[in-house]
Nanobody, 124 residues
Framework: QVQLVESGGGLVQAGGSLRLSCAASGVAFSNWAMGWFRQAPGKEREFVAAVSWSGTRASYPDSVKGRFTISRDNAKKMVFLQMNSLKPEDTAVYYC?????????????????WGRGTQVTVSA
């Protein structure tokens, strides 16, 4: 059974940085894309980043482009989200996701597995 476990969340001041990690286990197949989504209280789930199997292609929404960077280590079955210049509006629970097949997608419904999330809180 595939499991995704996020870590690295916490409380940070505006302008600060955090690095989220996600460890995948139980993945028997190769060639899977990974992504990050977030959801703030009272708001819709939002796409944050996605990376292809090779790690050479990534996608971000305008809200985080230039501040967030997604990367992966296939040997360790891990994906990372480096978040810089954090803003209070980045406060949310961040979820790691996995999709079989290496193409990047931005719709949450197309991902096959989800982690339980890690809280990120950015104070003003």
């Amino acid at each position: 059974q595939v499991q995704l476990v996020e870590s690295g969340g916490g409380l940070v001041q505006a302008g600060g940085s955090l690095r989220l990690s996600c460890a995948a286990s139980g993945v028997a197949f190769s060639n899977w894309a990974m992504g990050w989504f977030r959801q703030a209280p009272g708001k819709e789930r939002e796409f944050v980043a996605a990376v292809s199997w090779s790690g050479t292609r990534a996608s971000y929404p305008d809200s985080v482009k230039g501040r967030f960077t997604i990367s992966r280590d296939n040997a360790k079955k891990m994906v990372f989200l480096q978040m810089n210049s954090l803003k209070p509006e980045d406060t949310a629970v961040y979820y790691c996701t996995l999709k079989f097949g290496g193409a990047i997608v931005t719709a949450g419904g197309q991902y096959d597995y989800w982690g339980r999330g890690t809280q990120v809180t950015v104070s003003a």
